[in-house]
T-cell receptor, first 116, second 111 residues
């Protein structure tokens, strides 16, 4: 069964450094998402992406964040200058969308980002 | 901004059916009910979804009341691997629309 894959599984970085989290969505999916989950808290929506542009973003997704689909398969989340409070699990998701308007989101197993 | 209410936790006996309730009294006509689960900080796993009819797949059954104000997820034969946080989420039927996660229901399957 096709799945969303994320790399790396664990990323450690120093405060102020830039990180790029990578995701390969399911191949025929059209809508892509990033979520995060701080330890012990809820899964929070960050951003959705369709047709090479951001569809919706939350208030968490400020100017330090950006997303990109650099080629036909990868979907990336860049955090420009990491802060301690960016430490969290980051989940990528994708869905078919289009005429399958109620298609579910499928999630990867996440990247654990630790900012020291 | 979750629009559903679930118990914070419940225990279920291994091998028995587990019935997980969810209230969504303000659900709109174009909103589906989705169920996901999260096992120990893995990514949320899709289980099932429905609009108004009952649904069944290889993982679970979803029973939606006629007025659509509540639903029950049924795991027919709970195993220890079903221990997880279960999320009941309402979502507008749109390819773009995000899922909004609440705190979920921590389900523990007991031997």
């Amino acid at each position: 069964e096709p799945e969303v894959t994320q790399t790396p599984s664990h990323q450690v970085t120093q405060m102020g450094q830039e990180v790029i989290l990578r995701c390969v969505p399911i191949s025929n999916h059209l809508y892509f998402y990033w979520y995060r989950q701080i330890l012990g808290q809820k899964v929070e929506f960050l951003v959705s992406f369709y047709n090479n542009e951001i569809s919706e973003k939350s208030e968490i997704f400020d100017d330090q964040f950006s997303v990109e689909r650099p080629d036909g398969s990868n979907f990336t989340l860049k955090i420009r200058s990491t802060k301690l409070e960016d430490s969290a699990m980051y989940f990528c998701a994708s869905t078919l969308g289009g005429s399958s308007y109620n298609s579910p989101l499928h999630f990867g197993n996440g990247t654990r980002l630790t900012v020291t | 901004d979750a629009k559903t209410t679930q118990p914070p936790s419940m225990d279920c006996a291994e091998g028995r059916a587990a019935n997980l309730p969810c209230n969504h009294s303000t659900i709109s006509g174009n909103e589906y009910v989705y169920w996901y689960r999260q096992i120990h900080s893995q990514g949320p796993q899709y289980i099932i979804h429905g609009l108004k009819n009952n649904e069944t797949n290889e993982m679970a059954s979803l029973i939606i009341t006629e007025d659509r104000k509540s639903s029950t997820l049924i795991l027919p034969h709970a195993t220890l691997r079903d221990t997880a946080v279960y999320y009941c989420i309402v979502r507008v039927a749109s390819g773009n629309n995000r899922l909004a996660f609440g705190k979920g229901n921590q389900v523990v399957v007991i031997p």
